[in-house]
Each structure stands twice: as C-alpha cells, then as structure tokens.
C-alpha cells in the first residue's frame, strides 16, 4: 500500500530564512515521488520529481529535494524564501506498476515580510 | 496558463442531480487525469485516460465515469449528487501515459452540491 504523509500542516518563515516542507512516504515498491504547489484558487504545478535517476533532485524556483530510502523522506527545501512561495504544497507518491497517485494533506506555507 | 482548459469554472446544483465536467488538454498531450479536492477528503486521485482507454483507476465512485473522446477531450459525469460530492474537481494532461510524465492541471471546477 502507498501513502505519504505531510508531517507539517502549517509552516510559517520570514522572507530570506530557509525553507522546510517534510515529507514521509510509504510504498511497497520503488516509489515515484514529487511535489507540486497549489497558489490560491489555482491548479497545481509541478515543483520537481524523483525519478531514482539522482537521490537530490532540483526543481523550479530554488526548490530541492532529497530521496531518503532510509528515512523513508522526501522533504522539500530552499535556501531563501520570497513572499511569492506563500501557497500550499503537495507531496505525492507514485509508482510504476499501478499508475495511480497518493497525496499527502498538504502544508500551507506562510512567508513573513 | 497551462493550457489545459475546464468548463464550466462553476456549477452549483442540487442533490440528485447529474452533472458532466469537461476538460481539454493541451495540444499533444494524449493523457488527461481526474482529480477531487474536497475539505474532507484533501486531495484523490480520481481516474487517468490514455488517448481514449482507460488507464488507472483511483478513488473513483460508482456514481462518477469519465470517458476520453477521440479529439482527446475527457468527460466527467457525476450522477446521484450528494452533499459530500461538493469540492473542486482538477484535470491534468501530459504527454504520454507513463507515470513520470509532467502533468499540467487546470483551473478547475468548482461543483457545489445544494
């Protein structure tokens, strides 16, 4: 069975402070994970993707993150974050055999002036 | 824009009733995906279409079918309509059918059941 769970609902930073989404994925074969980010009365939009190509993955606007088999993680960071990360943001778990998709609950991400 | 496109962006209608959602993808992308954003529920994968055939089935109930028409464009008929049915629905489209594919979702449809 898959399942992803977003250990953070919400996750309030100043504007320049790192960035910190966690993210703890279960899955009983080799997953496919990814975040996407939800703005305000908006459609989602991939943020980046683990292919099992590299375990650190880089993705758009700064963002990055780190496959952990080990921990079972795929946390999402950013070394500096800008007012317009403020939104919701998704991790998803995936995997090649059922081509269905799991979401995690989401944590809203508030960035502080 | 994504440039995949979803009508109507609102639909409020009562219990019982049948509605039909309709997304278009982008040109090219012979995928389109459905997917419920509810409160309760957060966010399901509903059901993903292959250039007409069904591929993958999610959290899809029996009052819900989607079908892919040959121009590509989906369908999602939700019938039986209940109160909890309210949310909003997202398609998304991608090229191919594989799961690594990058999906580009919609505005939305925003049904609300009465």
Request: net charge neutral; aromatic share 12%; with cysteine.
């Amino acid at each position: 069975a898959q399942s992803v769970t977003q250990l953070d609902s919400h996750v309030s930073v100043s504007e320049g402070t790192p960035v910190l989404l966690r993210c703890n994925y279960s899955s009983s074969y080799s997953p496919s994970l990814f975040w996407y980010v939800q703005h305000p009365n908006k459609g989602l939009q991939l943020l980046l993707k683990y292919t099992s190509a590299a375990t650190l993955v880089k993705g758009i606007n700064g963002f990055e993150a780190e496959f952990k088999k080990s921990e079972t993680s795929f946390h999402l960071t950013k070394p500096s974050a800008h007012m317009s990360d403020a939104a919701e943001y998704f991790c998803v778990v995936s995997d090649l055999n059922f081509n269905k998709f799991y979401f995690g609950s989401g944590t809203k991400l508030n960035v502080k002036p | 824009d994504s440039g995949v496109t979803q009508t109507p962006k609102h639909l409020i209608t009562a219990t019982g009733q049948r509605v039909t959602l309709r997304c278009s993808p982008r040109s090219g992308d012979l995928s389109v995906y459905w997917y419920q954003q509810s409160l309760d529920q957060g966010l399901q994968f509903l059901i993903h279409y292959y250039n007409g055939e069904e591929r993958a089935k999610g959290n899809i109930l029996e009052r819900f079918s989607a079908q892919q028409f040959p121009d590509l464009h989906s369908e999602l008929n939700l019938s039986s309509l209940e109160l909890g049915d309210s949310a909003l629905y997202f398609c998304a489209s991608s090229v191919g059918g594989g799961v690594l594919e990058t999906q580009y979702f919609g505005p939305g449809t925003r049904l609300l059941v009465l």
